[in-house]
């Protein structure tokens, strides 16, 4: 995939609250090999961002404090960046002046805005970060909920267009060219904050961490303590948090699952969930409960989980077969069939007589 230059090695984020933050102990790397006893109990902080809990766990790390207070500082930064709910942020005033003038902003900003645009091109448009009037109609997971006016959704749908975002790299500005237009950054934001923690760790020499972004980004950072690899459970649709479908073992990875079970509502015996087509405005039709990414960093795993939902079963795992790399997917099906790409036909295991492997 031609987004994936200059980032880290195999890295898997839990995305949109789908992968259960269920850690399963006592799985050894190599399968056949108890590891050593562990030294320390893990010194944990938690972070609110991007209207999310964040909670990160540091194992055997004489300087855990230290670097908890930085993360503390660059997610902080973050918000006041990538943030669009949070007033005074760069992305606030992006929209603010929509229609008007550009906006100077961060190089944090400029790179989250330039790769969402490229996810937007490679992905057809399937992901397009100026849906950000369509979330706020909808509204869904924050009380309220209902199916909007056929001509709302119409004036909305017309302000969707990421080819309408100018990014200037240089002057580092950013500027929607029509009033009305939204900006959000969600789809990935939580991603690059992902990778910017993990790279951040990683370069301070810390052999064993895990970062949940609110149960919808998870990483594991090098192994267990003990040296076992994280056993990791994906959480069940249909059943409550902390009850899995079935694990994997990761080391040094990440995680992200975009699912349709945990923010949602129903109108009229009609259930509609948080993920939206950009074509429709509405949320996609098809007959999966989930899919699963696993990538070579949070960023690309994000924007995945959420465009190859939208693309649905067929389309979906042709297009992640196609992409010739590292990357993974899982989909769980209406009718409680689970497909995998070829390369996660021997690392996943399914653990619930409920499920089908397909093979």
């Given at each position: 995939?031609?987004?994936?230059?200059?980032?880290?090695?195999?890295?898997?984020?839990?995305g949109?609250?789908?992968?259960?933050?269920?850690?399963?102990?006592?799985?050894?790397?190599?399968?056949?090999?108890?590891?050593?006893?562990?030294?320390?109990?893990?010194?944990?902080?938690?972070?609110?961002?991007?209207?999310?809990?964040?909670?990160?766990?540091?194992?055997d790390?004489?300087?855990?404090?230290?670097?908890?207070?930085?993360?503390?500082?660059?997610?902080?930064?973050?918000?006041?960046?990538?943030?669009?709910?949070?007033?005074?942020?760069?992305?606030?005033?992006?929209?603010?002046?929509?229609?008007?003038?550009?906006?100077?902003?961060?190089?944090?900003?400029?790179?989250?805005?330039?790769?969402?645009?490229?996810?937007?091109?490679?992905?057809?448009?399937?992901?397009?970060?100026?849906?950000?009037?369509?979330?706020?109609?909808?509204?869904?997971?924050?009380?309220?909920e209902?199916?909007?006016?056929?001509e709302?959704?119409?004036?909305?749908?017309?302000?969707?267009?990421?080819?309408?975002?100018?990014?200037?790299?240089?002057?580092?500005?950013?500027?929607?060219?029509?009033?009305?237009?939204?900006?959000?950054?969600?789809?990935?934001?939580?991603?690059?904050?992902?990778?910017?923690?993990?790279?951040?760790?990683?370069?301070?020499?810390?052999?064993?961490?895990?970062?949940?972004?609110?149960?919808?980004?998870?990483?594991?950072?090098?192994?267990?303590?003990?040296?076992?690899?994280?056993?990791?459970?994906?959480?069940?649709?249909?059943?409550?948090?902390?009850?899995?479908?079935?694990?994997?073992?990761?080391?040094?990875?990440?995680?992200?699952?975009?699912?349709?079970?945990?923010?949602?509502?129903?109108?009229d015996?009609?259930?509609?969930?948080?993920?939206l087509?950009?074509?429709?405005?509405?949320?996609?039709?098809?007959?999966?409960?989930?899919?699963?990414?696993?990538?070579?960093?949070?960023?690309?795993?994000?924007?995945?989980?959420?465009?190859?939902?939208?693309?649905?079963?067929?389309?979906?795992?042709?297009?992640?077969?196609?992409?010739?790399?590292?990357?993974?997917?899982?989909?769980?099906?209406?009718?409680?069939?689970?497909?995998?790409?070829?390369?996660?036909?021997?690392?996943?295991?399914?653990?619930?007589a409920?499920?089908?492997?397909?093979?």
């Open positions: 995939m031609r987004l994936k230059q200059g980032m880290h090695k195999l890295a898997v984020i839990c949109l609250l789908a992968i259960s933050s269920v850690i399963v102990s006592g799985c050894s790397g190599n399968g056949d090999k108890p590891g050593k006893q562990a030294s320390t109990e893990p010194v944990a902080r938690q972070y609110y961002i991007f209207d999310t809990v964040v909670n990160i766990k540091l194992y790390d004489a300087k855990a404090e230290e670097h908890l207070d930085h993360i503390d500082t660059m997610l902080k930064t973050l918000d006041k960046e990538l943030s669009r709910t949070l007033e005074g942020s760069q992305l606030y005033k992006v929209n603010e002046e929509a229609g008007k003038q550009p906006v100077e902003v961060s190089e944090n900003t400029v790179a989250v805005v330039k790769r969402s645009i490229a996810y937007a091109e490679d992905s057809g448009g399937l992901f397009d970060p100026t849906v950000g009037g369509l979330v706020d109609l909808w509204n869904i997971g924050n009380g309220g209902h199916v909007p006016e056929p709302d959704l119409q004036r909305e749908l017309n302000l969707v267009g990421y080819k309408d975002i100018v990014l200037d790299e240089a002057k580092r500005t950013v500027f929607l060219k029509r009033p009305g237009m939204v900006l959000d950054l969600g789809g990935i934001g939580k991603g690059y904050a992902a990778d910017e923690v993990a790279r951040y760790l990683r370069e301070e020499g810390v052999k064993s961490a895990l970062v949940d972004l609110g149960g919808s980004s998870i990483i594991v950072i090098g192994s267990k303590p003990n040296g076992d690899s994280w056993n990791i459970g994906l959480q069940d649709p249909d059943s409550s948090r902390g009850i899995s479908v079935g694990t994997i073992r990761l080391n040094d990875h990440v995680i992200d699952t975009s699912g349709i079970y945990e923010r949602y509502f129903i109108e015996g009609v259930m509609y969930h948080h993920i087509d950009p074509r429709t405005g509405s949320p996609a039709q098809n007959d999966l409960k989930s899919v699963t990414i696993l990538a070579d960093n949070a960023m690309d795993a994000d924007a995945l989980s959420t465009f190859v939902y939208v693309m649905g079963l067929e389309d979906g795992l042709q297009y992640m077969e196609n992409l010739g790399d590292d990357t993974e997917a899982m989909f769980i099906t209406a009718d409680d069939k689970i497909y995998v790409t070829s390369g996660l036909k021997d690392s996943f295991q399914v653990s619930s409920q499920y089908t492997l397909v093979e």
